[in-house]
């Protein structure tokens, strides 16, 4: 399954309120504040999710399934990029940015489905869509919600992403078509992470100054110098402003390994949801309940919920933040029924849109690998 936030203005960050929330494979607590939209393959398999939600417990009256085949179920990555902008009446006009997908660098094939998934979206939303002819996965990047997007160099500077393209032409893409006006480059990823980098694995903007990064503590862990190298480029980073950020440093768990393979677990991956943070753990219990106690001093006001998602790391996915996501405060319903234009980016000039992302009340991208589609709904 795969979900799609909604559109929301200005870089939304994570911590505004959401319409709604989705999930491949719903596991939170019911939250009455939130609608839940999951993307499934047919109506077989709607049943076979209401099923097992009935089985769990699960009120089902805020949970609303949509039909759009993937091939994988990761949807913050290959779902769509929403936009918004205010037009001359002062309304909010939302539009749907269509970055191309290959699966992690063509790691996994076939990924036509999931390319597809964000027209399909637009599609049903009756939303334009603009094609930059850039690949971008949704956890490549993150936004404080005030103009600055933070991404990494191994991910988004990979040459089996866009091979042609410089530093600063993956810059200007990024504000050009998202409306951020600074990038914040990180560096590598964690091991066992087959995305090449994502930055959601590394460090994450809980509020427009305040970046949590990951860190470990023992020298001889794989892990060590990549996370120190990263803290050091945060110290030396700027937002849009020129101003330092407030760094907090987070713990990293045990390592997590399966048939020998060292898995990308991290608790940088938690999930904002409206009043709270969703919070992955490893049954790892020091480190979790540093983890636990260093968000909540970082998020004051929200309640903190930890997740087992050690089965969930299991498939090498962002455990929380790529098998849920959702939408920010603000957004309009869109009219539904509409057909959705496709226009090459070549053939517009620079979007007066700001990407919807979860800080600043608007919303990024919100993805998943394989199957299932969530879009969230403002009221």
């Known amino acids: 399954m795969a979900l799609v ?61 949509h039909h759009v085949p993937t091939n994988e179920c990761w949807c913050r990555d290959h779902g769509p990029a929403f936009v918004l902008r205010r037009n001359r009446r002062g309304r909010v006009e939302a539009a749907v940015i269509d970055w191309g997908f290959n699966a992690w660098g063509g790691k996994y094939p076939p990924w036509d489905a999931d390319d597809a998934v964000p027209t399909r979206v637009a599609a049903e939303l009756g939303l334009p869509v603009v094609a930059p002819g850039i690949v971008m996965e949704g956890g490549a990047v993150d936004f404080n919600g005030a103009g600055t997007v933070m991404t990494t160099t191994s991910c988004l500077l990979n ?3 866009n091979p042609t393209l410089a530093q600063a032409d993956v810059e200007r893409a990024l504000c050009e078509f998202y409306g951020q006006r600074h990038v914040v480059w990180l560096g590598d990823g964690i091991a066992g992470d087959d995305t090449d980098g994502h930055v959601d694995d590394l460090a994450r903007f809980v509020d427009q100054r305040t970046v949590v990064t990951a860190i470990e503590d023992d020298p001889a862990d794989e892990n060590y110098r990549v996370l120190r190298d990263n803290r050091r480029r945060l110290e030396l980073a700027r937002d849009q402003d020129g101003r330092p950020f407030s760094i907090v440093e987070l713990p990293m768990p045990k ?18 949801v409206n009043g709270a943070l969703l919070v992955p753990t490893y049954r790892d219990r020091r480190n979790d ?63 007066p849109w700001a990407f919807a992302n979860r800080l600043s009340g ?12 969530v879009v969230v709904r403002v009221q």
Request: net charge positive.
């Open 159 to 161: 040459g089996n992403r």
């Open 289 to 351: 309940r540093r983890a636990l106690d260093t968000l909540r001093r970082a998020v004051p006001g929200r309640e903190v919920v930890s997740l087992d998602c050690t089965e969930v790391i299991w498939g090498s996915g962002d455990p929380l933040p790529d098998a849920a996501d959702a939408g920010v405060v603000g957004a309009p319903t869109p009219a539904r029924g509409r057909r959705s234009a496709v226009t090459p980016a070549s053939a517009t000039a620079p979007l």
């Open 255 to 272: 390592a997590v390994s399966w048939q020998g393979q060292r898995l990308p677990a991290t608790y940088v991956n938690f999930y904002f």
């Open 362 to 373: 608007v919303g990024r991208a919100c993805s998943l690998r394989s199957g299932s589609l």
């Open 5 to 65: 936030a909604p559109p929301r203005r200005d870089l939304v960050s994570r911590q505004v309120p959401h319409g709604a929330a989705g999930t491949g494979a719903p596991r939170t607590r019911d939250r009455p504040a939130e609608e839940v939209h999951v993307n499934v393959p047919n109506a077989n398999y709607e049943r076979i999710v209401r099923d097992t939600l009935r089985a769990g417990g699960v009120r089902s009256r805020r949970i609303y399934f």
